[in-house]
């Protein structure tokens, strides 16, 4: 399958000129992975990834602290999973902290800002049907912006709109997680 130029009608060849190709690598190596093909607005992204990066480390941070104060007769299992849950938010924050690297930009690790920066919050609490909870609400908030970031990035920038679909089926994963557990410890009938 071919696609037509419309000005002539004669079909585009698939693969590009590899003479132009290797010029055009050698300018502006400063830029690493960012070239000319780039659609995307290299400084509106870094912002956004600001922002995922803030998230994660939030929801690290959360659910590292949930793994150590829930307590109670079934808090081994949670405490397990919660445990497990930030280990992988940990990874979701380092695949974000070295896409905003390869862009070009500097990730911000500043704890002063996270909260401000962050979608989701970082909530706490003494009962163990309250810190599934707050997870729960915590992973539909950043279900829902992800899957705006993945809506936002489409063919502009693939490679960051891959990572985001990634790190977005791993966070609606641990949506279910969280509703299961919920549901196990009697914690759906509040509203």
Excluded: W
Excluded at 37 to 43: Q, R
Excluded at 72 to 101: D, K, L, P, T
């Amino acid at each position: 399958m071919n696609d037509l130029t419309p000005a002539t009608g004669k079909a585009q060849p698939f693969l590009s000129d590899v003479k132009t190709l290797r010029e055009q690598a050698r300018k502006h190596l400063e830029r690493g992975a960012v070239t000319g093909s780039y659609g995307g607005d290299v400084k509106k992204t870094i912002e956004i990834l600001q922002a995922v990066l803030a998230t994660e480390l939030v929801c690290v941070l959360r659910y590292t602290q949930h793994a150590i104060v829930a307590t109670g007769i079934a808090s081994e299992g949670v405490r397990a999973e919660f445990a497990e849950h930030a280990r992988e938010e940990q990874g979701h924050a380092m695949e974000v902290a070295e896409r905003i690297n390869q862009l070009g930009g500097v990730p911000d690790f500043d704890p002063k800002t996270l909260t401000a920066r962050s979608a989701s919050e970082y909530q706490t609490g003494d009962d163990l049907v309250e810190l599934i909870r707050e997870n729960l609400v915590a992973e539909r908030i950043a279900v829902e912006h992800y899957r705006e970031l993945v809506r936002y990035f489409a063919d502009n920038d693939p490679a960051t709109r891959t990572m985001m679909e990634g790190i977005l089926a791993k966070e609606e994963e641990h949506a279910s997680d969280m509703l299961d557990l919920l549901s196990r410890h009697g914690g759906l009938a509040k509203k």
